[in-house]
């Protein structure tokens, strides 16, 4: 209309993908005032440096495709960004998205990139950790060849990195000590994926201590690295473990040998890290879809509530006056960047997100137990509606009360949006989230199969438009689903799936690579019955519903050949099928290319559902 501005005439669904978004920022811990956060600000995500001292804010990274990586030293002088698109060959493009490359380093001030760690190849990032001192350095990498490797730059050396560790299996730099003397490495050299051992070490590599849960892989227990304590010659390190059967923290001495159980009274999953003078404990509770924040006294004991709004803490930190930063959302609001001091710590300009509906709880009763979904739907609708069932990815991650641009573009739209915390999610204890083993796909979709039989029982979903959606691990359940389950839907919408399960596995990054063969129990040359029963290659025939994929050609993690492998079959029978590539990895930090990407998805269902039945 004549007269508005763009902002004015631009539906809310695209707001909220363009309004400016801000993480939650790390602070240099010996430097609180300086900090780094990523924002979407200038239409991609990319790094920037914050002196809360002066109030300056700066661009720090400037990339096509958008950054996110990066770590701040903690004396405050100098951040580590991680350049990927090294993959490519000589004389090309960089192939952006594709994971693989090194690490560079900016003064906070400002001024040139430079290598940090000169000798160090490219590789797949695999953990970083700085030193006080601002020269030390730990850096984890990982390769096709030789497996996880940790090299260390020392402070006494010439400023070459030595290799300390080296193993086919997956691991990590979890933290370096306060003091720069030891560092703990996760690692899965028992040859489980999906539960870590801990081992700490000091920088020639020698070995401190070793923790192991699993026991050399007869038990299904992991441990994670929360951090050392952020004091001088404190040899305490905090942990997560799974003794109980949920994630819970505990604190170990590394050279006594000492645990100290905490065994917080809380029902979810819990997970700490340390106040700045190591007297407590900031605690973070998931549960059902919830989280909440607590701080634990390490003298006398107690838990007292640290209060916030009923929703989605996605991060939060302590500061050194004691106060709490942390980032919240829910379903209906938008995050914001909010202080236990009552303000809000960081409030970019610019157009705000518009606010969107709450999401409703269902629980279900599945093969495996109850399951947890998540329901949205227009303000005032009454079903049966056109439904979306939008599976998350990991698989070990879970939807949430938490604002999501994508579910809100279908509501506005007139759908129903289903979200199903399957087995396999995070958030419902060890035992659920260990339920995907072998049977892998079938398991999960049984879950959303029950789903799906409630929101039609009930009045909420029209059982002849029922969508099934999904990016990476969830566009793979889509593709297996509209296989498996071809009565159940209308329509398919996968973003950068897996979709050829064998191929996936060639292609991919060997962390990914080691998950897989923990998920199925062996390579596909060793259970070549389970990669074959859990492929959506092998119900590729039996799809009836129209299709529309999504995938990025640098992906390293779904790669693009499997893909092509599923779209050849699909057009060779004449399926009605839609294939969008763009030029990116596992998703896209451009804006503009995320609200492309949904408005194809939203045309593709507007001309393929069928009517209302």
């Given at each position: ?28 811990e ?16 990319e790094?920037y ?116 560790y ?64 952020p ?41 700490a ?19 909440e ?29 004691g ?31 518009p ?12 093969p ?68 995907l ?56 919408l ?6 050829d ?17 923990t998920l ?65 990895g ?28």
């Amino acid at each position: 209309m004549e007269g508005m501005t763009d902002a004015e005439t631009m539906p809310d669904w695209e707001k909220r993908f363009r309004a400016p978004r801000v993480s939650l920022p790390e602070a240099a811990e010996d430097a609180p005032d300086r900090g780094l956060f990523t924002s979407n600000a200038t239409g991609t995500y990319e790094i920037y440096a914050w002196d809360r001292a002066t109030g300056e804010q700066r661009q720090v990274t400037d990339r096509p495709d958008g950054t996110t990586d990066a770590v701040l030293s903690p004396d405050g002088e100098w951040i580590w960004w991680f350049d990927d698109g090294r993959s490519a060959e000589p004389g090309e493009a960089p192939s952006y998205g594709d994971e693989f490359g090194v690490w560079l380093r900016q003064p906070f001030a400002g001024g040139p990139d430079t290598e940090a760690v000169p000798g160090l190849a490219p590789s797949y990032p695999a953990g970083l950790a700085l030193g006080r001192d601002g020269r030390t350095a730990v850096v984890g990498r990982s390769t096709d060849e030789d497996g996880t490797t940790i090299h260390v730059v020392r402070p006494d050396g010439d400023g070459s990195p030595v290799e300390i560790y080296r193993h086919r299996e997956s691991a990590g730099v979890g933290d370096l000590s306060h003091d720069g003397r030891f560092v703990a490495i996760e690692h899965t050299e028992h040859g489980d994926a999906m539960h870590s051992a801990l081992r700490v070490v000091r920088l020639d590599g020698s070995t401190v201590a070793e923790l192991d849960d699993t026991e050399g892989g007869e038990k299904e227990l992991g441990l994670e690295v929360l951090g050392f304590a952020p004091v001088q010659d404190d040899t305490r390190l905090l942990v997560g473990h799974q003794r109980r059967g949920r994630w819970e923290p505990m604190i170990w001495d590394v050279l006594s040998g000492d645990q100290r159980d905490l065994a917080l009274d809380l029902p979810g999953d819990v997970s700490a890290e340390w106040y700045p003078d190591g007297s407590a404990l900031l605690v973070v509770h998931e549960f059902e879809a919830r989280s909440e924040l607590w701080r634990y006294d390490l003298a006398s004991g107690a838990l007292s509530r640290v209060e916030t709004p009923a929703g989605t803490v996605s991060g939060a930190t302590a500061r050194p006056d004691g106060s709490v930063e942390y980032l919240w959302s829910s379903a209906e609001r938008p995050p914001a960047v909010r202080s236990t001091t009552g303000r809000v710590v960081l409030d970019p300009p610019g157009m705000k997100a518009p606010a969107s509906v709450p999401v409703e709880d269902v629980w279900v009763d599945g093969p495996g137990g109850r399951v947890h979904a998540l329901v949205q739907k227009p303000a005032g609708a009454t079903g049966p509606l056109p439904t979306v069932f939008e599976i998350h990815g990991g698989p070990t991650w879970h939807d949430s009360d938490a604002f999501a641009a994508g579910p809100a573009a279908w509501v506005d739209h007139g759908y129903a949006v289903v979200r199903v915390n399957y087995r396999g999610s995070t958030g419902y204890g060890r035992e659920w989230t260990d339920a995907l083993k072998h049977r892998v796909g079938l398991i999960e979709l049984e879950d959303i199969a029950a789903v799906r039989a409630w929101a039609v029982d009930s009045g909420l979903a029209d059982p002849g438009r029922l969508i099934l959606s999904g990016g990476s691990w969830g566009g793979y359940l889509t593709l297996l689903g509209l296989g498996t389950q071809p009565g159940a839907w209308a329509l398919g919408l996968a973003a950068v799936p897996v979709a050829d399960y064998v191929t996936a596995y060639e292609d991919e990054m060997e962390a990914l690579k080691a998950m897989d063969r923990t998920l199925f129990g062996g390579s596909p040359e060793e259970v070549p019955d389970r990669f074959t029963v859990s492929s959506p290659l092998t119900y590729v025939d039996d799809v009836k519903a129209p299709v529309y994929i999504s995938a990025g050609v640098n992906d390293p993690r779904c790669p693009i050949r499997q893909i092509d492998n599923y779209v050849d079959r699909l057009a060779a029978r004449g399926a009605v099928h839609e294939v969008y590539r763009y030029d990116a990895g596992h998703g896209s930090l451009v804006v503009e290319e995320r609200i492309k990407q949904l408005r194809l998805e939203l045309d593709f269902a507007s001309r393929h559902l069928p009517p209302r039945s």
